[in-house]
């Protein structure tokens, strides 16, 4: 039996001031049963199609992604597609 993951996707802005930075929604928090400071796995693409790698990253300053891989990787205000999911199977 494979292992089962829920994902969801999602499209959002980058902050205007972030370096990158950008909010998980509360709502999709939520449906992962995620928690602050809990890890999330992401696959972030830019508007383009472009994919960065697949990454696990921490919430922080309540459902904030930043830091390493984010931090001048993604400009300020980019249009960014987001498949997100928890770091643990179903």
């Known amino acids: 039996m494979e292992t089962e993951y829920l994902e969801i996707k999602f499209a959002i802005h980058t902050q205007e001031q972030g370096n990158g930075r950008f909010t998980v929604p509360i709502d999709v928090c ?34 904030e992604i930043y830091g390493e891989g984010i931090s001048g990787v993604l400009d300020n205000h980019e249009r960014i597609i987001i498949i997100a999911s928890h770091p643990k199977p179903l």
Do not use: F, Q
Request: aromatic share 0%; proline share 3%; net charge positive.
């Open 30 to 63: 939520r449906l992962l049963n995620l928690n602050r400071e809990d890890l999330i796995h992401l696959v972030i693409h830019r508007a383009n199609g472009e994919a960065l790698a697949p990454m696990e990253k921490k919430l922080s300053s309540g459902t």
